[in-house]
């Protein structure tokens, strides 16, 4: 690809999980002309420092991955700090690339957006309906924030200045560049290292929270890259056919789901743990189920490609790399 027809593409969040995973997937593509900045170049809360990298990179395309993340016990512990900064990044980055004349931006949510009691599989049309889960609701409202952020710059600046903002909820994701900390991580990571510390330490067992029979999805995070990619390269009037204006986003999912039961089996197996697995039933299950309705993402000429067994076998492998 000669540089020049290489489009410059801005990666917030490039460090994370995602945001890294978007970054070897463009680097594979040929694209050469990738702009980022880590926490301590640029606090992306603050309007002057992102005005004034838009105004200096002028960027073509912006991939919004940056986000606080964390599981259940970080949003509960911090919920000032998930609502505020996830807002506060989004609109600025998302206000500035419009005032430095980026058109193109994709932003990634969360399947968290929707209702704790939405139908399943959780469709897009599912959005606003009902009361969102009380433990992430910080998070799930700036995400929502996000979403309507893109559309309301969509409905008012598309036709004048060419903007097409775009918005992927993706499920579950897992994978090289994860969180495995004791207590913030989420469900794949936490079981990986309990499952890793029960092996080095012959424990006998294992004990899983709940009954084991509630219902995950679960994507591989190289598969939420070139789904990210995908949805941004598509047509606008690929993209609109698919829409609408005031439900803009796709759902960005595996396809199936497992119980968590299914999945502690075979995260034991990749990880080679031989002891018992418990379920302790007096802790509580959560949701029954999450799965997302991707058909929408599928019809548009995208499904995933990575089964759990080998995500799992790839990150287990990155985990022994960079936390052992």
């Given at each position: 690809m000669?540089?020049?027809?290489?489009?410059?593409?801005?990666?917030?969040?490039?460090?994370?999980?995602?945001?890294?995973?978007?970054?070897?997937?463009?680097?594979?593509?040929?694209?050469?002309?990738?702009?980022?900045?880590?926490?301590?170049?640029?606090?992306?809360?603050?309007?002057?420092?992102?005005?004034?990298?838009?105004?200096?990179e002028?960027p073509?395309?912006?991939?919004?991955?940056?986000?606080?993340?964390?599981?259940?016990?970080?949003?509960?512990?911090?919920?000032?700090?998930?609502?505020?900064?996830?807002?506060?990044?989004?609109?600025?980055?998302?206000?500035?690339?419009?005032?430095?004349?980026?058109?193109?931006?994709?932003?990634?949510?969360?399947?968290?957006?929707?209702?704790?009691?939405?139908?399943?599989p959780?469709?897009?049309?599912?959005?606003?309906?009902?009361?969102l889960?009380?433990?992430?609701?910080?998070?799930?409202?700036?995400?929502?924030?996000?979403?309507?952020?893109?559309?309301?710059?969509?409905?008012?600046?598309?036709?004048?200045?060419?903007?097409?903002?775009?918005?992927?909820?993706?499920?579950?994701?897992?994978?090289?560049?994860?969180?495995?900390?004791?207590?913030?991580?989420?469900?794949?990571?936490?079981?990986?290292?309990?499952?890793?510390?029960?092996?080095?330490?012959?424990?006998?067992?294992?004990?899983?929270?709940?009954?084991?029979?509630?219902?995950?999805?679960?994507?591989?995070?190289?598969?939420?890259?070139?789904?990210?990619?995908?949805?941004?390269?598509?047509?606008?009037?690929?993209?609109?056919?698919?829409?609408?204006?005031?439900?803009?986003?796709?759902?960005?999912?595996?396809?199936?789901?497992?119980?968590?039961?299914?999945?502690?089996?075979?995260?034991?197996?990749?990880?080679?743990?031989?002891?018992?697995?418990?379920?302790?039933?007096?802790?509580?299950?959560?949701?029954?189920?999450?799965?997302?309705?991707?058909?929408?993402?599928?019809k548009?000429?995208?499904?995933?490609?990575?089964?759990?067994?080998?995500?799992?076998?790839t990150?287990?492998?990155?985990?022994?790399?960079?936390?052992?």
């Amino acid at each position: 690809m000669i540089e020049s027809q290489s489009p410059r593409i801005y990666i917030a969040g490039h460090r994370g999980m995602v945001g890294s995973a978007i970054a070897r997937q463009l680097i594979a593509d040929g694209q050469t002309q990738l702009i980022t900045r880590t926490h301590a170049e640029l606090d992306l809360c603050d309007q002057a420092a992102v005005r004034a990298f838009f105004k200096t990179e002028k960027p073509d395309q912006v991939y919004l991955a940056a986000a606080k993340v964390g599981g259940i016990h970080a949003n509960n512990t911090y919920p000032a700090e998930f609502i505020y900064q996830n807002l506060m990044m989004e609109a600025n980055i998302v206000h500035e690339a419009w005032r430095a004349g980026v058109q193109k931006l994709l932003f990634l949510g969360s399947s968290c957006i929707y209702p704790k009691l939405a139908p399943q599989p959780m469709r897009e049309d599912a959005l606003l309906t009902g009361t969102l889960e009380s433990t992430n609701e910080p998070y799930a409202i700036a995400k929502i924030a996000g979403i309507k952020l893109c559309e309301s710059y969509n409905r008012q600046y598309g036709d004048s200045h060419g903007v097409d903002y775009r918005s992927v909820m993706p499920t579950n994701l897992y994978g090289v560049g994860d969180n495995y900390h004791p207590e913030n991580s989420h469900v794949i990571p936490a079981l990986i290292r309990r499952f890793h510390e029960a092996k080095i330490s012959s424990a006998p067992n294992v004990t899983i929270w709940g009954t084991g029979t509630p219902r995950r999805e679960f994507l591989y995070v190289d598969d939420m890259a070139s789904a990210s990619i995908h949805v941004m390269n598509l047509s606008k009037a690929t993209y609109s056919a698919h829409t609408s204006p005031m439900q803009s986003h796709i759902n960005v999912g595996f396809g199936d789901d497992v119980t968590i039961a299914e999945l502690a089996t075979t995260v034991g197996q990749v990880i080679g743990y031989k002891g018992l697995i418990d379920f302790d039933a007096s802790k509580p299950d959560g949701t029954p189920r999450k799965w997302m309705d991707s058909s929408r993402l599928n019809k548009l000429g995208w499904s995933a490609k990575v089964n759990l067994q080998d995500g799992l076998t790839t990150a287990y492998a990155d985990f022994l790399r960079n936390h052992e």
